[in-house]
C-alpha cells in the first residue's frame, strides 16, 4: 500500500507540474490560480477588465479575423491590426506588376484609398454560456444526433437576432460552450508595410530567433449607416465603436508580465505516448514531401517576377509548416516528450490499482492498437493531401470546375472560379511538380507500381471502372456509407514502404495513351485556361459531359479522388473516431485521479488568452537569446537583390540617418521580442498586452525549437515572437508618413 501511495504521489507531482506561462486559458472561466499567477508577474486588473458580458471589456476589442488570424480594434472608427502574412492573400489580390502592393507596401491617406476585399470577414465575441447539461441531455436521454442537437441550440439562441454562433466542445467532448458572435463583411485593406520588411528573412527566418520582421498589417472594418455589419458598399462609413485597444510606447523590461489574446486553432495537449510518437514519424514523412515541393517551387519563382507574384502565396503557405514540423521534431526530441509521456502512463496505470472503478482499466493498451492501425491510413491521407490537393494544383482545381460544370453552376461562377485559378497558375510548375510528386509513384521501367508482388497484385484486383470509380455498391456517391472494405484491410500489414504511395495506379500501368505526362499537360481542357473558358461557353450538355469525361486530365483526378474517399478517408476517420472517443474516456480520468490540477481545455479556434514573461531564453550550451531586436539587426542581415534579406532603399536611409522620431530607444529602434507566453497557430495577429491592458506588440510566430508546446509545454524551449508596437507605429508615422492613421490612435507615451 505504501508503494501505491508513493507512486500516486510521484504521478501527481509528475502531471501537475503547471508553469504560470503555460496555457490556453478561456477568458470567462479564470481561476483564482490563474489570477494569483498573473498578478505575481505584475498584472494590474481585474477578471472584469478581460472578459464581461455587460461591462466594456477587452474582450470586446478583439477579433477573430477571416476564421483564421486573430486582429484586435486599435481605434474608435474601426482601425484593424493583424498580421502581414494574414492579409497577405489580400494584400497580393490588390497587387498588379504596374502596382505591386506586396513590393511597395501601401497606406491609404484618407478612406477613399482604402481597398475593399472580397470574402474577406471579421467576428467579434458577444457572450458565451456553457451549454454542455443541455447538449448531454438532448444526446444522452433523448437519444438525438450530436449534430442536430448542437443545431437546434443554436438556431433558438440566436433567432430574432443578427448574430452567428458555434458551439465547440472542450476536454475532447466533456463539456460544450456557446459563442455567439457579431461577424462583419466589409473589411478594407489600410496600410501594409512592403513585403520586404513585413515578411524579411522570409523561410530562413521563419519560426526562428532572433528575427526581425515587421509582421504587421492594418484593415478597416466598415458597416452602414445604423452602424450594422453589412456586404460591402460605398456608401458604407468606419465602425463607429468605443471598444479597441489602447496603444503604450512606454516599452518594457525582462520579466515584464505579457499576455496574448486571441484565437489559437488547435493544439493537442494530452496525448499519448503514442501518439506522439505517431506524430513525429508523421512529420518526417510530409517534411520530405513538402522540401520536394518547395524546390520545385522556388527553382521557378528565382527564374520570373511574375512566376514569384503568383506563386508567392503558395510556397509561404507550403514553407510554413515544412518548417514548423520540423520544429516540433526537434522539440519533441530535446525535452524527451515521448520518454516523460511513458513514464507518466505506466505511474498512471499503476495507481488505478487502488481505485474499484479502474482496477482493469486498460486504456494505454487501446490507445496503442489504435494508432497501429490508424498508421498506414494516416500516411495514405497524407500522400493524397501533400501531393495531390495541395502538391500538384491541377488535381484540385479539376476535380472543382468539373464537377461544378456537369451540374450546371452558373456560366459567371464558373469563369471567375476558372479566371482565379488561372490568374496564379503556371503549367510548366505543375508539370515539373506532376513529375517529382506523382511519377515516382509508379515504376520509371514499364510503368511498374514500386511495390512487392504481394501489393502489385492486390492492386490489380481493386476492380476499378472509370466511368463507374469503385465498385462500392448503391452508395457509391455516399462516401460515408462504405460497406465493403474487407480487400483493404489488410494494408495495415503491408511493409513500412507502403505508406510512402498510393495503391491505386494500376489501371494506368502498360497504359501510355492514358498515364502519359504529354496527355494530361498538353492536351487537357483543365490546364488551359482558354479551353475551360470555350468549355463553360458550350450550350450542348452531352457534347461537354463527352469532353469531360475522355479528358486524360479528369480520368486520372477521378480515379485518385475516388480512390482517396472511398478507400482511405471512411477507415481514416472511422479509426480517428474510436480514437476520439477514447481522448473523452482519458481526460475525464485524468481529471477524476488528479482533481487538484487546473486544467485548460486544448486549442479548438475559440477565445483564449495566455500570460507569462518577456524573456530571453538559453537554447542550448553556449548560446542566449536576448529578449528584443532591433532594426540594426534587419540591416545587418540585409542583402542586395536577395529574395529574402533584400530591403527597400527608404529604411536604409532612415538607418543611416536615425530617423526614428520617438520610436527609438537609445536611438535605437526596437523591432521584435520574444516572452514565455503559449500560442499556437490561430495566435498570428493577437495583440500582446502589458499589465496595465495595453498594447505593446503584435504576436505572429513561435521558436522553432518550441513549436511542439501544441503537444507538450516546455518552458525552458518555448517562447513566442512578437513585432514591437513601436515598429508599428515607427513605419504608419516615419516611413509612410500617415498621420491621418496616428491620429486615430490612443497612444500613452
Not at 494508432?371 to 495514405?380: D, V
Amino acid at each position: 500500500m505504501k508503494k501505491i501511495i508513493f507512486i500516486i504521489c510521484l504521478g501527481i507531482n509528475i502531471f501537475n507540474r503547471c508553469y504560470s506561462d503555460e496555457g490556453m486559458w478561456q477568458p470567462y472561466l479564470l481561476s483564482q490560480i490563474n489570477l494569483d499567477h498573473m498578478i505575481d508577474l505584475g498584472f494590474q486588473l481585474t477578471k472584469d477588465d478581460i472578459y464581461s458580458i455587460n461591462n466594456n471589456s477587452l474582450k470586446d476589442a478583439i477579433v477573430h479575423f477571416n476564421g483564421g488570424c486573430t486582429a484586435s480594434i486599435i481605434s474608435n472608427r474601426g482601425l484593424l491590426l493583424t498580421n502581414h502574412h494574414c492579409g497577405y492573400s489580400q494584400i497580393q489580390a490588390n497587387s498588379s506588376i504596374e502596382n505591386n502592393l506586396l513590393e511597395n507596401g501601401f497606406s491609404a491617406k484618407n478612406l477613399n484609398e482604402e481597398l475593399p476585399n472580397e470574402n474577406l470577414y471579421v467576428s467579434i465575441v458577444k457572450y458565451v454560456k456553457d451549454v454542455t447539461n443541455e447538449v448531454n441531455f438532448q444526446i444522452n436521454d433523448n437519444n438525438l444526433n450530436e449534430k442536430n442537437v448542437i443545431d437546434s441550440i443554436i438556431n433558438k439562441e440566436i433567432k430574432n437576432t443578427n448574430y452567428d454562433a458555434i458551439i465547440k466542445p472542450f476536454y475532447k467532448g466533456n463539456q460544450y460552450y456557446l459563442f455567439v458572435y457579431e461577424k462583419f463583411y466589409d473589411i478594407r485593406l489600410v496600410n501594409a508595410p512592403p513585403s520586404s520588411i513585413g515578411k524579411f528573412g522570409s523561410d530562413t527566418d521563419n519560426w526562428v530567433w532572433p528575427r526581425h520582421t515587421g509582421d504587421y498589417t492594418i484593415f478597416r472594418i466598415y458597416v452602414n449607416q445604423e452602424n450594422k455589419p453589412a456586404k460591402y458598399s460605398k456608401e458604407n462609413i468606419p465602425l463607429k465603436t468605443d471598444n479597441f485597444l489602447k496603444i503604450s510606447t512606454q516599452g518594457f523590461e525582462e520579466n515584464d508580465f505579457a499576455m496574448v489574446y486571441g484565437f489559437p486553432g488547435s493544439t493537442n495537449e494530452y496525448l499519448p505516448s503514442c501518439a506522439v510518437e505517431h506524430l513525429k514519424e508523421l512529420n518526417e514523412y510530409r517534411i520530405e514531401i513538402r522540401k520536394n515541393l518547395l524546390n520545385v517551387i522556388d527553382f521557378y519563382m528565382k527564374k520570373s517576377d511574375q512566376i514569384k507574384l503568383n506563386y508567392a502565396s503558395k510556397y509561404a503557405s507550403i514553407s510554413n509548416y515544412y518548417k514548423k514540423w520540423k520544429g516540433e521534431n526537434l522539440g519533441i526530441f530535446k525535452s524527451n516528450a515521448i520518454q516523460n509521456k511513458i513514464r507518466f502512463e505506466k505511474l498512471l496505470m499503476d495507481s488505478l490499482k487502488i481505485y474499484e472503478n479502474y482496477q482493469n482499466y486498460d486504456i494505454i493498451n487501446k490507445y496503442d492498437s489504435l494508432y497501429n492501425e490508424l498508421r498506414i491510413y494516416s500516411f495514405l491521407r497524407s500522400t493524397f493531401i501533400e501531393k495531390v490537393y495541395r502538391g500538384v494544383d491541377f488535381f484540385a482545381f479539376t476535380n472543382n470546375i468539373s464537377k461544378k460544370i456537369l451540374g450546371n453552376e452558373s456560366d459567371s461562377n464558373l469563369i471567375s472560379i476558372t479566371n482565379n485559378h488561372f490568374n496564379s497558375y503556371s503549367k510548366e510548375i505543375d508539370k515539373d511538380l506532376f513529375i517529382k510528386l506523382i511519377l515516382p509513384m509508379v515504376g520509371k521501367n514499364n510503368h511498374k507500381l514500386i511495390f512487392d508482388d504481394e501489393i502489385f497484385e492486390l492492386s490489380k484486383n481493386q476492380n476499378y471502372d472509370f466511368e463507374k470509380g469503385w465498385n462500392y455498391g448503391e452508395n457509391k456517391n455516399n462516401y460515408s456509407n462504405i460497406s465493403n472494405e474487407k480487400e483493404f484491410d489488410s494494408l495495415k500489414d503491408f511493409k513500412y514502404t507502403v505508406k510512402y504511395n498510393f495503391l491505386n495506379i494500376y489501371p494506368f500501368i502498360d497504359n501510355k495513351k492514358l498515364f502519359n505526362v504529354e496527355n494530361i499537360f498538353e492536351k487537357s481542357i483543365f490546364t488551359d485556361r482558354g479551353k475551360i473558358l470555350k468549355l463553360i461557353n458550350n450550350k450542348n450538355k452531352a457534347k461537354v459531359e463527352k469532353i469531360i469525361k475522355n479528358d486524360k486530365a479528369y480520368i486520372l483526378t477521378k480515379y485518385l479522388f475516388d480512390f482517396y474517399f472511398t478507400k482511405i478517408s471512411p477507415k481514416y476517420w472511422d479509426i480517428f473516431d474510436q480514437i476520439s472517443e477514447l481522448d473523452k474516456k482519458y481526460i475525464k480520468l485524468l481529471m477524476d485521479i488528479f482533481p487538484n490540477k487546473n486544467y485548460y481545455p486544448d486549442a479548438n479556434g475559440t477565445l483564449r488568452l495566455s500570460y507569462g514573461e518577456i524573456k530571453t531564453m538559453k537554447p542550448r550550451d553556449a548560446v542566449t537569446y536576448n529578449y528584443i531586436t532591433y532594426l540594426d539587426g534587419m540591416i545587418e542581415k540585409y542583402i542586395p537583390d536577395d529574395y529574402e534579406f533584400d530591403l527597400p532603399q527608404k529604411i536604409l536611409n532612415i538607418h543611416k540617418h536615425k530617423n526614428y522620431g520617438k520610436y527609438a530607444i537609445k536611438n535605437k529602434l526596437p523591432l521584435c521580442f520574444i516572452s514565455t507566453n503559449h500560442t499556437t497557430g490561430g495566435n498570428s495577429g493577437s495583440p500582446v498586452l502589458n499589465s496595465k491592458g495595453h498594447l505593446i506588440g503584435l504576436n505572429f510566430d513561435r521558436l522553432w525549437e518550441g513549436t511542439m508546446s501544441d503537444v507538450n509545454f516546455d518552458p525552458k524551449l518555448c517562447r513566442n515572437i512578437m513585432v514591437d508596437i513601436r515598429f508599428i507605429l515607427f513605419m504608419i508615422d516615419n516611413y509612410f508618413d500617415s498621420k491621418n492613421l496616428i491620429n486615430e490612435l490612443e497612444i500613452f507615451d
